[in-house]
């Protein structure tokens, strides 16, 4: 079965940094790229970043320069969006998608982790 | 950066009714590089449209897209209950990739 598989949710202090996982299964994890969006309650997507699992190259990291990491271990098909020095306005839910080389636009979804962020 | 600004923010219709969804960017997309998504409450999005007007597998064509540039629409006919959402158009022809804020679809 095609899918995404993400980590559940998190609850995290101000200030700390989360880690979500994505692992792809039924389909050659190199093939794609994956993006990582986020939405906050009641809010539209942004857009985080993208990376290539193939090549390790990533990019539309600018809204959050210096407190993402994006990273991929193709040995389990699984890639990871790291950010760090949460504050109460990274609340949000965190989608991963398989993205199309070239395009990044996404034809398969996760199905989210709540990040809650609150002292 | 791109801006996508959707409109209108929300629609009410009624079942079996169409409804026509804008998305207007700031600045022309790059080869119609626009794609539409539906969002039902506590689900993740679900890829309807790409490069402008190309349905997505297992999409029906009740769902069509148009547009180029600036300025595009997509046109759900004989609207379904599963219809009544939120959907989202995305640019992949910039960088930085951008979302508008989203057009919420209701029943009336």
């Known amino acids: 079965q095609v899918q995404l598989v993400q980590t559940g949710a998190e609850v995290k202090k101000p200030g700390a940094s989360v880690k979500v996982s994505c692992q792809a299964s039924g389909y050659s994890f190199t093939s794609y790229d994956i993006i990582w969006v986020r939405q906050a309650t009641g809010q539209g997507l942004v857009m985080m970043g993208w990376?290539?699992?193939?090549?390790?190259?990533?990019g539309d990291l600018q809204n959050f320069r210096h407190r993402i990491a994006l990273t991929t271990d193709s040995s389990i098909s699984t890639a990871y969006m790291e950010l760090f020095s949460l504050t109460p306005a990274d609340t949000a839910t965190y989608y991963c998608?398989?993205?199309?080389?070239?395009?990044?636009?996404?034809?398969?979804w996760g199905p989210g982790t709540l990040v809650t962020v609150s002292s | 950066e791109v801006v996508l600004t959707q409109s209108p923010g929300t629609l009410s219709l009624s079942p079996g009714d169409r409804a026509t969804l804008s998305c207007r960017a700031s600045q022309s997309v790059p080869n119609n590089f626009l794609a539409w998504y539906r969002q039902t409450p506590g689900q993740a999005p679900r890829l309807l449209i790409y490069d402008a007007s190309t349905r997505a597998t297992g999409i029906p064509d009740r769902f069509s897209a148009s547009g180029s540039g600036t300025d595009f629409t997509l046109t759900i006919n004989s609207l379904e209950p599963d219809d009544f959402a939120v959907y989202h158009c995305?640019?992949?022809?910039?960088?930085?990739?951008?979302f508008g804020q989203g057009t919420r679809v209701e029943v009336k």
């Open positions: 998608g398989r993205a199309i080389r070239n395009r990044l636009y996404s034809d398969l």
């Open positions: 995305h640019q992949y022809g910039n960088s930085p990739r951008t």
């Open positions: 990376m290539n699992p193939n090549s390790g190259n990533t």
